[in-house]
């Protein structure tokens, strides 16, 4: 019988025959394996279970089951162009790449193949504007975000004034990491604190010298925009030099469990971004449990269930399917393809009555998306760590950005790419 | 003296520190390449599985958890018990023997005397089947490596030392977790120089590094030796997977320290033990004086990776065969 | 049976010296390069392209180029992916700053650069040798990628330091951007592809060839009998960096469309390369493809049958895709030890005589 399916399968893997669609297909290009597995597994599984339990519970979106088609890629490049021109030809509705550097490489393809992107909290920022970018979107909030939501986080705990501080951002020696150094220049001239970089090269093993620096200079805060090993080895680090970790901010992609469990008791008092609340206490676990754990469908082995990635997957999912639904309605057909869904994305808006009835009340802030922002509201969170009970709990509601000095990098940005690309502006 | 001369100070001897972590990589490398002529491209990812293999065995993790669970629809991930610390590295120790003598029978033994690049192929033919292999066998996320070494600045030595540069300085910061690794390197740096020098089986070991041939003719199991300098070589990258991996997690990462290992093997010669150890200060001060000095002020920081190999070039430029390597003969 | 070489005798030095010097090898080549340049274009796809063809022969290109360097000369080589970087960051600062010239020519432009700063690296094999040589080429390569990072200048001043490939056009076909039509990228590359293999193969062929294999065998010895070490180093460091920024500026401009030097540029990519030219055989244009092929195809096609076919979990199922890979690299090497070049030379030689036995 292995053998059987062996040889079909080997003739089947040169053929490359599309299937006849009648689902909804959603592709996501994971990393199960590579260097950022232990921040790809959780993200994939919470997406991967969200899919699940929409065809267990509900048989699908509209009366159309989903398709749900994993692709992995190891975080690399090359293998994220295969995955994307492998799945693209299924149908495939809405790419969440979950990586800076595939987005970069996907948002001239996609926009020429007509599907939208959706790179919720990472890839370009300057896609959020919608005139430029029409097939890109990046809600519910972006790097530029994060930088701004650090600084007024640190505001709030300065009365309002940082002149004079020191804050210095750790970050990871690529794209990836560079991108709030412009945002938080343009801050440090508003609010007059010293801004110290200390790049990290990747993969972020070895970080004594910055953190030696860093217990020169004592800086009064620190930032950090890290991913895979960079982040614990940080964290373990800041740990070491005894710095107050609760003057240590790292950015949504810094702020996972897998980053501050192998520091130990060390890693306490740390403070992250966050697009979404944490934890697994909402009735939507309750319905994964009945519909999908316990039907034996979960993609994982049940460990990640509840983290921080787990739900930025959940959340991920939800979007998608939201604008699928949203799609079905606007097309009025239940078969609904990716130009349709990149209307919906357009036209998309979620309110926290929404969010409640799909099992996530008090999950994330309300918005909407219009044709010229693709953004989002601009919001952000603070959540801490407690090293002792390993949870991550909400310090703060969600914070309102600099939308004045954040609006005009955009612009400018996504000028300088649609004049390299010869794009016409649209939305009128 | 300013704080800054301090400073310098500091960073001169982590910079050894860190040259210490890098040479407990660097000696499996120079071991197998001593005694077998083969650049191990899987030594990183050998650090990796032995450091996996510790704390599988430590938590009690069941083996391929994660593919029984798929073949056959199981939800089972641990055996329900744990082992103590001794018993796991024992385990380990036993796994990486095993190991060696796999690795000799299925692959060396078939390429007896063939070219060095070929021998460096097939160890990264080697490094992929661990790759994935360690990956089946452990799972892929990231596990907490826990041998009970203290980490974190050592207090006694910043406090004790804070006196010295005025206010600015607040002592020599020097990692607890550091200094453990320094005393066992230097312990295992002399006790394998002892082996290699005052016991039969290390004569052997240096009989076959010089000459296959020749000890094959004085009656040296060429094989035998080869399966204890890998199964010695396993013990180096456990070694060093469990110095590195209580830093940061094991998780595939661990791997790429190899990296970080080859300038200093450069540097020091390919076929020295002491070569390594020296070559790793060297390249260990170099590049965290540079970092500190020209890096981090002038140049916007991280240099520290192209550096390290610059240095071993110029070194290199000088002395082609390394500090301690052997000379090259050239016979035409 | 299939080598009918009954009357073929050669009347002339031209005729003796051909590269295919049997007439069956000669007509099996061109109707190869028909089907190449002919039938697939009107059967590719957009998976094909990018996800199999295009990678082949990228790659192809570039293994060709390192496998001069450390199969003909013997100088080996680790910073093969530095230099592909600054292939396709020399095709972007030509694109951008002489927006007007024809894409083709900037990618040889580029390729021209690169032999510049090979040049440069490869001063030290003049004194350093072996392994110990890497050393040099690994400065390169973890210098060029700092560097890339570093320095604005390189990636025109944008934030994140990504370069993106414009949109150009060749007789009137798009071949560069998103729009750009699978059969128009595949034929760039392989028209690329065809002509440095030719190139390379006459050179390898030629007196540069003869003087970088002397190095290669027995650098004194070369040297006692007048080959000039030095220029015979260099020159295959130049020609060499040329293949391999060609391949660069075609992985950029026709393939990738955008890149972060990080992450594709990085030390895998040297290894990578380093491995197809083992693997294929070292010293042969043959196996310079072979091994292209092996390293491109083997995953993509080890994920289709175990994903797509059988499927299985697709981390189970990646980390089986090393499994199997590194089986069959220590499995060929076992068998085969000088590649897969040596493995086609003995077929052929035994087809030749087939079927009868000597």
Redesign the interface.
Known sequence: MKLKSLIVGAATALTMVSPAIADLTFPNLTYRTGPYAVNGIPYADGYADYMALLNSRDGGIGGEKINYIECETQYNTEKGVECYENTKGEGSLVYQPMSTGITYQLIPKATADGIPLLTMGYGRTSAANGKVFSHIFNYPANYWVGASAVINHILSLNNGNIKGKKIALVYHNSAYGKEPIRTLQELEKKHGFKLSLLPVDHPGQEQKSQWLQIRREKPDYVTMWGWGVMNPTAIQEAANIRFPMENFIGVWWSGSEGDVLPAGNGANGYKSLAMHNTGSDFPIYADLKKHVYDKGLAAGDGTSSGQVLYNRGLYAAMLATEAARLAQKMSGKANISPADMRDAMEAFSINEAQMASLGLPNFAPSFSVSCENHGGPGLAAIQQWDAKAKKWTMISDFIKTDAEVINALIAEDSAAYAAENKIKERCG | MPAEFYYGVEVFLNGLMAGVMYSLVALGFVLIFKASGIFNYAQGIMALFAAMTLVGFQEGQIPFAHLINAVFGTEVHHFGWTMPTFLAILFALGMMLLFAFLVERLILKHLVNQEPIILFMATIGLAYFMEGFGDLMWGSNVKRLDVGIPQGGNFWIEENTAFLGGEEFYGFYLDTLDIYATVIAVVLVISLVLFSQYTKTGRALRAVADDHQAALSVGISLRGIWVIVWAIAGFVALVAGIMWGAKSGVQFSLSLIALKALPVLMLGGFTSIPGAIVGGLIIGVGEKMFEFLIGAPLLGGATENWFAYMLALMFLVFRPQGLFGEKIIERV | MLYREVGEFKTSYAADQQTFPISFDKIAYFIALAIAFFVVPLVI????A??ILL?FLIFGIAAIGLNILTGYCGQ?SLGSGGFMAVGAYACYKFM?AFPDLNLIICIVLSGGVTAMVGILFGL?SL??????L???T??AQ??L??LF??VGWFYNY?????I?A??REFLGIIIS???SSPEAVYLVCLSFLTVLALIARNLTRGSFGRKWMAIRD?D??AE?IGVNPLMAKLTAFGVSSFYVGISGALLFSV??????V???F??QKS?LVL?MI??GG?GSIFGSLAGAAFLVLMP??L????????G???????????????????FF??VE??GFAMLWRIIKEKLRLWPFPH
Do not use: C
């Open positions: 796809n957009d998976y094909w990018k996800a990678p080996v951008t030290p004194r350093i040798k072996g392994f110990y890497a050393v040099a690994l400065a973890f210098f990628v700092w990072n570093k944008t934030a994140t330091g990504q993106n414009p949109e951007g998103p729009n027995m004194i010895a006692i393939f990738l469309g955008a890149v972060e990080g992450e594709v990085g030390i290894f491995f083992i693997i070292l993509v096609v994920k289709n049958v175990m994903v797509g076919s059988m299985w979990p697709v981390d189970i199922a990646a980390h089986f895709e090393f499994l199997i890979v590194g089986s069959l690299i220590v090497l076992i030890p000088h």
